[in-house]
Protein backbone atom coordinates (compact mmCIF):
# COMPACT_ATOMS: atom_id res chain seq x y z
CA UNK A 1 0.00 0.00 0.00
CA UNK A 2 1.30 3.22 -0.83
CA UNK A 3 0.02 6.68 0.09
CA UNK A 4 1.63 9.76 -1.55
CA UNK A 5 -0.43 13.29 -0.40
CA UNK A 6 0.73 16.59 -2.69
CA UNK A 7 -0.82 19.70 -3.41
CA UNK A 8 0.01 21.62 -0.01
CA UNK A 9 1.51 25.29 0.61
CA UNK A 10 1.49 28.21 1.83
CA UNK A 11 -1.90 30.02 1.38
CA UNK A 12 -3.45 33.64 2.20
CA UNK A 13 -6.68 33.40 4.93
CA UNK A 14 -9.96 32.93 2.63
CA UNK A 15 -7.25 31.31 -0.13
CA UNK A 16 -8.02 27.81 -1.59
CA UNK A 17 -6.18 24.67 -1.92
CA UNK A 18 -6.82 21.82 -3.51
CA UNK A 19 -5.10 18.45 -2.17
CA UNK A 20 -4.22 14.85 -4.08
CA UNK A 21 -3.50 11.48 -2.02
CA UNK A 22 -2.08 9.33 -5.07
CA UNK A 23 -2.59 5.68 -3.90
CA UNK A 24 -1.36 2.15 -5.00
CA UNK A 25 -1.02 -1.51 -4.18
CA UNK A 26 -4.59 -2.12 -3.03
CA UNK A 27 -7.96 -1.60 -5.05
CA UNK A 28 -8.65 1.86 -4.44
CA UNK A 29 -12.15 1.61 -5.64
CA UNK A 30 -13.02 -1.05 -2.69
CA UNK A 31 -11.46 1.08 -0.07
CA UNK A 32 -13.22 3.92 1.98
CA UNK A 33 -10.42 6.72 2.20
CA UNK A 34 -9.92 9.46 4.71
CA UNK A 35 -8.39 12.77 5.29
CA UNK A 36 -6.68 13.71 8.56
CA UNK A 37 -4.28 16.38 9.91
CA UNK A 38 -1.90 17.04 12.68
CA UNK A 39 -0.91 20.82 13.69
CA UNK A 40 1.83 21.47 15.47
CA UNK A 41 1.74 19.70 19.29
CA UNK A 42 -1.83 18.69 18.84
CA UNK A 43 -3.51 15.07 18.24
CA UNK A 44 -3.98 14.16 14.66
CA UNK A 45 -7.81 14.66 13.81
CA UNK A 46 -10.21 13.38 11.40
CA UNK A 47 -11.27 16.18 8.88
CA UNK A 48 -13.27 13.95 6.11
CA UNK A 49 -14.24 10.70 4.78
CA UNK A 50 -15.72 9.10 1.47
CA UNK A 51 -17.07 5.81 1.10
CA UNK A 52 -16.60 3.56 -1.71
CA UNK A 53 -19.78 2.01 -2.77
CA UNK A 54 -21.84 5.53 -3.23
CA UNK A 55 -19.38 8.26 -2.42
CA UNK A 56 -21.20 8.91 1.26
CA UNK A 57 -19.46 11.92 2.61
CA UNK A 58 -18.91 12.78 6.13
CA UNK A 59 -17.32 15.54 7.42
CA UNK A 60 -15.78 17.33 11.07
CA UNK A 61 -17.58 20.48 12.35
CA UNK A 62 -14.47 22.31 11.62
CA UNK A 63 -14.28 21.69 7.73
CA UNK A 64 -17.95 21.89 6.98
CA UNK A 65 -19.16 23.97 3.95
CA UNK A 66 -15.40 24.92 3.86
CA UNK A 67 -14.17 21.47 2.30
CA UNK A 68 -15.14 18.80 0.12
CA UNK A 69 -13.59 15.74 -0.04
CA UNK A 70 -13.77 13.37 -4.17
CA UNK A 71 -12.22 10.34 -5.38
CA UNK A 72 -11.17 9.85 -8.84
CA UNK A 73 -11.28 5.86 -8.81
CA UNK A 74 -9.81 4.76 -11.98
CA UNK A 75 -6.74 7.88 -11.70
CA UNK A 76 -6.86 5.69 -8.08
CA UNK A 77 -6.62 9.42 -6.25
CA UNK A 78 -8.38 10.88 -3.37
CA UNK A 79 -8.85 14.46 -3.69
CA UNK A 80 -10.05 17.31 -1.06
CA UNK A 81 -10.66 20.92 -2.13
CA UNK A 82 -10.05 23.20 0.57
CA UNK A 83 -11.63 26.68 0.36
CA UNK A 84 -12.09 29.44 2.93
CA UNK A 85 -9.14 28.41 4.46
CA UNK A 86 -8.39 29.74 8.28
CA UNK A 87 -5.05 29.82 10.19
CA UNK A 88 -6.47 27.29 12.13
CA UNK A 89 -6.18 25.31 9.10
CA UNK A 90 -2.74 25.39 9.01
CA UNK A 91 -1.78 21.31 9.70
CA UNK A 92 0.21 18.66 7.71
CA UNK A 93 -2.66 16.64 6.11
CA UNK A 94 -3.03 12.62 5.71
CA UNK A 95 -4.96 10.45 3.25
CA UNK A 96 -5.54 7.22 4.99
CA UNK A 97 -7.29 3.87 3.76
CA UNK A 98 -9.98 2.30 5.99
CA UNK A 99 -7.85 -0.78 7.80
CA UNK A 100 -4.71 -0.11 6.81
CA UNK A 101 -2.79 1.22 9.64
CA UNK A 102 -0.07 3.31 7.33
CA UNK A 103 0.39 6.79 6.86
CA UNK A 104 1.53 9.00 3.79
CA UNK A 105 4.32 11.28 4.23
CA UNK A 106 1.80 13.88 4.57
CA UNK A 107 1.75 17.27 2.83
CA UNK A 108 2.24 20.96 4.35
CA UNK A 109 -0.40 23.53 4.77
CA UNK A 110 0.11 27.04 6.24
CA UNK A 111 -2.60 29.54 6.16
CA UNK A 112 -0.79 33.11 6.90
CA UNK A 113 -0.78 36.26 5.74
Known amino acids: VQLVESGGGLVQPGGSLRLSCATSGFPFVNYAMTWYRQAPGKERERVAT????????WYADFVKGRFKISRDNAQNTLYLQMNSLKPEDTAVYYC???????WGQGTQVTVSS
Open 50 to 57: ITNADDVT
Open 96 to 102: KRTNYPG
